[in-house]
């Protein structure tokens, strides 16, 4: 049987069939076609501009390897003009984050960009293994994904940088949507859609330039490119609400694989239904604390080990390179129906449900983003601190590090924010 020829160039062979549309490409196509996709969700949004220094929230994860790994070529090819540079969050999680940064250090070298590397012991005091020793593993994703926002901001401010890009795909994305959903949440659920946020309350806007992309093909580009990335899953990430949504989300890709992208413009056009002074995307509040910011794309966390399986695969069907094998996704096509006109009609008898309006303002106590007194991370930290005991604890430090203590104070987060 015949090699089966490229879509786009019809000279190569196809050896790619992209999980977005089931379009066969060849290697170079694909990559070309991948890169030029991101192109043009930058220029289509005018996500940067000529001069501006950018931020790469980096994680040594695949999202944001590949995320940093774009950008560089794009502000090559195209002519931004961006000055890029890696920012890593140490969360101190052992056995994860400090083998994940030791990738990071490897692109900062591999890509020729500046890195600095944060960590929540100097901002806060404490790391996610003391948090989760003390709080446990259920709702652990909270505290690390609040006080992840607050340290990229605060980094980003170290550096004199005002912008931060993340690695948030269409599948995180199409996820939040769901959750918000299920929580009934559309304040967060706009927000969250948006792929450019900023305040005048904040010195820091966020954006998301892999927003449509998948996260099978950000595998495959990374594999397919030879990036150096970390696959290990976070080892306190399983307890997440969001693997709930995410198992979902796979379920409907399967059978309708456009399901990702259709969820994430829904989501878009149910955030044009919220009303800005409501949804706060005018005044950049703060995100949903496991939407956006969590253990998400952006730090590595693979889809509950498929994303792994499937480099796993590509490895293997390389070193098979006589034989061609090709998996697709049962050729079953979902039915598009039409909005109804009146849904937000409201039934005789019910009462429409009162959405909040957000003023944004700053905490009083760090100065942070806030539309309360004190911000979720203040709030999440008075309650470690009172539960933490009032003596010195000593916290032995690895053996590499000597017979050296290093020693945890109940005021550490003070010393951290002043």
């Not at 100097?122 to 994904?145: F, H, I, P, S």
């Not at 070193?319 to 039934?347: F, M, P």
């Not at 003023?359 to 760090?366: E, K, L, T």
Request: glycine share 10%; charged share 25%; net charge positive.
């Amino acid at each position: 049987m015949a090699p089966t020829p490229c879509q786009l160039c019809h000279t190569s062979r196809a050896l790619i069939l992209r999980p977005k549309n089931h379009q066969k490409l060849c290697k170079a196509c694909f990559v070309l076609v991948f890169e030029t996709e991101i192109h043009n969700t930058i220029t289509t949004y005018s996500l940067f501009s000529p001069g501006e220094r950018i931020a790469i929230g980096a994680s040594g994860g695949k999202d944001s390897t590949v995320l940093a790994s774009v950008l560089k070529t794009l502000n090559e090819r195209h002519g931004y003009g961006l000055d890029l540079t890696l920012l890593s969050i140490d969360e101190g999680i052992r056995g994860y984050r400090d083998d994940s940064l030791d990738t990071v250090k490897r692109n900062a070298l591999q890509y020729n960009m500046p890195l600095m590397i944060v960590g929540y012991a100097e901002l806060y005091g404490w790391t996610m293994d003391q948090v989760v020793a003390q709080v446990g593993k259920k709702g652990n994703c909270t505290y690390c994904g609040v006080f992840r926002r607050q340290a990229l901001d605060r980094g980003a401010a170290k550096l004199g940088i005002r912008h931060v890009v993340t690695g948030h795909n269409a599948d995180d994305v199409a996820e939040t949507v769901l959750m918000n959903l299920l929580r009934g949440d559309l304040p967060r659920l706009a927000r969250a859609t948006s792929i450019v946020t900023e305040s005048a309350a904040s010195d820091t806007k966020r954006s998301k330039p892999l927003k449509y992309a998948y996260e099978k093909e950000i595998v495959l580009y990374a594999h397919h490119k030879g990036l150096d990335y970390f696959t290990t899953e976070c080892i306190y990430s399983p307890e997440a609400f969001r693997g709930s949504a995410r198992t979902l989300i796979k379920s409907l890709e399967r059978v309708r694989p456009s399901a990702i992208l259709d969820v994430v413009r829904s989501g878009e056009d149910m955030a044009k239904l919220v009303p800005v002074e409501v949804s706060g995307r005018a005044s950049g509040a703060e995100e949903d604390e496991d939407g956006t910011g969590g253990c998400g794309s952006a730090n590595g966390r693979a889809s509950g080990g498929e994303m792994k399986t499937m480099e796993t695969q590509l490895v293997a069907s390389e070193e098979a390179d006589e034989r061609e094998v090709e998996v697709t996704s049962a050729g079953v096509k979902g039915q598009r129906h039409d909005r109804i006109g009146n849904a937000a009609t409201v039934h005789k008898g019910r009462k429409p449900r009162k959405l909040h309006t957000q003023h944004m303002g700053q905490c009083v106590r760090c100065g942070y983003l806030s539309s309360q007194d004190l911000c979720k991370a203040c709030m999440l930290l008075e309650g470690l601190n009172k539960n933490r005991p009032k003596v010195d604890i000593q916290i032995g430090v690895a053996e590499a590090d000597s017979s050296a203590t290093r020693t945890s104070q109940a005021g550490g987060f003070q010393q951290g924010l002043g």
